[in-house]
T-cell receptor, first 117, second 113 residues
Framework: AQKITQTQPGMFVQEKEAVTLDCTYDTSDPSYGLFWYKQPSSGEMIFLIYQGSYDQQNATEGRYSLNFQKARKSANLVISASQLGDSAMYFCAMREGWGSSASKIIFGSGTRLSIRP | ETGVTQSPTHLIKTRGQQVTLRCSSQSGHNTVSWYQQALGQGPQFIFQYYREEENGRGNFPPRFSGLQFPNYSSELNVNALELDDSALYLC???FGTGPEKLFFGSGTQLSVL
C-alpha cells in the first residue's frame, strides 16, 4: 500500500544554513510522482518541487532540490540558504499511476521547520 | 497566489447539520480534488472530480459527496455532521489526472460543535 513517512516532527535551523527534510515512501507501482508542499500558517498548500519515478536527474527549483534515491525509496527535500520566510510546515506527498484513474495524492504527517534569525 | 478560491473561509456548524463548501478551480483546469486536514496532520484525500465525474475516492463515508459543474468549479457536501468532521478542507485543481502538480486553495476551516 502507498505510504509516506516523515520522521522529523520539527526542526530548528539558523538563517542562511542549508536544511534537509527527510521523506521515505512505499509503493509497488513503478510509475509514481513525488511532491513537496509548503504550508504556512495561512493554510494554503504551496507546491515546491516534483520528481517523477522515471526521471534520471534530481529535480531542482531555485533554492529547493530533491535528493531522490530510488533504491532506498527516499525523497529528501534540501533547502539551500534558508530564509526566515521558510518557516512553515512541509509535506512530502506521492501520487501513483497515470491516466484517468490516477487520482489521489497521499501526504506524510509533515515537518514543522522554524528558521532562527 | 494560485487562482484556486474557496468559500467560505470559516464555518461553524452543530452536530447533525449539513454543510456545503465551494471551490473555483484555476482557469484551464478540469480536475478538482478535495482533502480533509485535521489539526496537526497531513491532508487526507476525500475524492476527485474529472470532467464532472467522480473518478477516485478515499476512505470517507457516503455522507461526504460532491459535484463538479461545467465550468469545473466544485462543491463538497457533508451530511449529518460529526464532531470529528472539524478540520481544514482543501480544494486542489489540476489539468488532467496524472502526476502534475496540484494547485491548492487556502481552505475552509470547519468547526463542528
Amino acid at each position: 500500500a502507498q505510504k509516506i513517512t516523515q520522521t522529523q516532527p520539527g526542526m530548528f535551523v539558523q538563517e542562511k544554513e542549508a536544511v534537509t527534510l527527510d521523506c521515505t515512501y512505499d509503493t509497488s507501482d513503478p510509475s509514481y510522482g513525488l511532491f513537496w508542499y509548503k504550508q504556512p500558517s495561512s493554510g494554503e498548500m504551496i507546491f515546491l518541487i516534483y520528481q517523477g519515478s522515471y526521471d534520471q536527474q534530481n529535480a531542482t527549483e531555485g533554492r529547493y532540490s530533491l535528493n531522490f534515491q530510488k533504491a532506498r525509496k527516499s525523497a529528501n527535500l534540501v533547502i539551500s540558504a534558508s530564509q526566515l520566510g521558510d518557516s512553515a510546515m512541509y509535506f512530502c506527498a506521492m501520487r501513483e499511476g497515470w491516466g484517468s484513474s490516477a487520482s489521489k495524492i497521499i501526504f506524510g504527517s509533515g515537518t514543522r521547520l522554524s528558521i532562527r534569525p | 497566489e494560485t487562482g484556486v478560491t474557496q468559500s467560505p473561509t470559516h464555518l461553524i456548524k452543530t452536530r447533525g447539520q449539513q454543510v456545503t463548501l465551494r471551490c473555483s478551480s484555476q482557469s484551464g483546469h478540469n480536475t478538482v480534488s478535495w482533502y480533509q486536514q485535521a489539526l496537526g496532520q497531513g491532508p487526507q484525500f476525500i475524492f476527485q472530480y474529472y470532467r464532472e465525474e467522480e473518478n477516485g475516492r478515499g476512505n470517507f463515508p457516503p455522507r461526504f459527496s460532491g459535484l463538479q459543474f461545467p465550468n469545473y468549479s466544485s462543491e463538497l457536501n457533508v451530511n449529518a455532521l460529526e464532531l470529528d468532521d472539524s478540520a481544514l478542507y482543501l480544494c486542489a485543481s489540476s489539468f488532467g489526472t496524472g502526476p502534475e502538480k496540484l494547485f491548492f486553495g487556502s481552505g475552509t476551516q470547519l468547526s463542528v460543535l
